[in-house]
T-cell receptor, first 114, second 116 residues
Framework: NAGVTQTPKFQVLKTGQSMTLQCAQD?????MSWYRQDPGMGLRLIHY???????DQGEVPNGYNVSRSTTEDFPLRLLSAAPSQTSVYFC?????????????FGPGTRLTVT | DQQVKQNSPSLSVQEGRISILNCDYT??????FLWYKKYPAEGPTFLIS?????DKNEDGRFTVFLNKSAKHLSLHIVPSQPGDSAVYFC???????????????FGQGTTLQVKP
């Protein structure tokens, strides 16, 4: 199993540009989520999904869109990038049952908005 | 309003000694707590967890203690090894609502350095 994969690893955007961060998992996990990590802030939940076709907002959803058309993929869209979105983004997944909270994280995407 | 706090940004210990990482929370409805470990340029990896109905959980060198009355949990690593040097995040889950969403609230992280 590849686990949770994220692309790209690094990205530089200009203010106002849009882009999609890709996330895929091959573990047949129902639950997927996106976090951002900023210095001194820990990881903050952006959006999450409890299954294909179901998404909901986390703590910091503004400026981001998500969709979940398949169990495997959970892309994160930045609609109009802003310098405040400079961060490291992590995608995570977990089983819907059992020990739900033991989430498996991808390696991250480091995004810089100039 | 930070619901999960790790007040020590960093901790340095000698190899072979005990490392104690602390975490405080404010929401009494949190019912599950986890510790994650993160190396540079990698995603966090799950380390150990504890349910709010327990006060201790042990896995090899790692033990998590939960004090619900104080809203405090700690991670003990004994003995500490240089490979344990990483950032440690505590996280909490609130499932007091109608559905089990698995949403986690993370602390800011503590950087542990274990010196040989």
């Amino acid at each position: 199993n590849a686990g949770v994969t994220q692309t790209p690893k690094f990205q530089v955007l200009k203010t106002g540009q849009s882009m999609t961060l890709q996330c895929a998992q091959d573990m047949n996990h129902e639950y997927m989520s996106w976090y951002r990590q900023d210095p001194g802030m820990g990881l903050r939940l952006i959006h999450y999904s409890v299954g294909a076709g179901i998404t909901d907002q986390g703590e910091v959803p503004n400026g981001y869109n998500v969709s979940r058309s398949t169990t495997e993929d959970f892309p994160l869209r930045l609609l109009s990038a802003a310098p405040s979105q400079t961060s490291v983004y992590f995608c995570a997944s977990s089983y819907s049952g059992g020990i739900l909270y033991e989430q498996y994280f991808g390696p991250g995407t480091r995004l810089t908005v100039t | 309003d930070q619901q999960v706090k790790q007040n020590s940004p960093s901790l340095s210990v000698q190899e072979g000694r005990i490392s104690i990482l602390n975490c405080d929370y404010t929401n009494s409805m949190f019912d599950y707590f986890l510790w994650y470990k993160k190396y540079p340029a990698e995603g966090p990896t799950f380390l150990i967890s504890i349910s709010s109905i327990k006060d201790k959980n042990e896995d090899g060198r790692f033990t998590v203690f939960l004090n619900k009355s104080a809203k405090h949990l700690s991670l003990h690593i004994v003995p500490s090894q240089p490979g344990d040097s990483a950032v440690y995040f505590c996280a909490a889950s609130d499932n007091s609502g109608s559905s089990n969403t698995g949403k986690l609230i993370f602390g800011q992280g503590t950087t542990l350095q274990v010196k040989p």
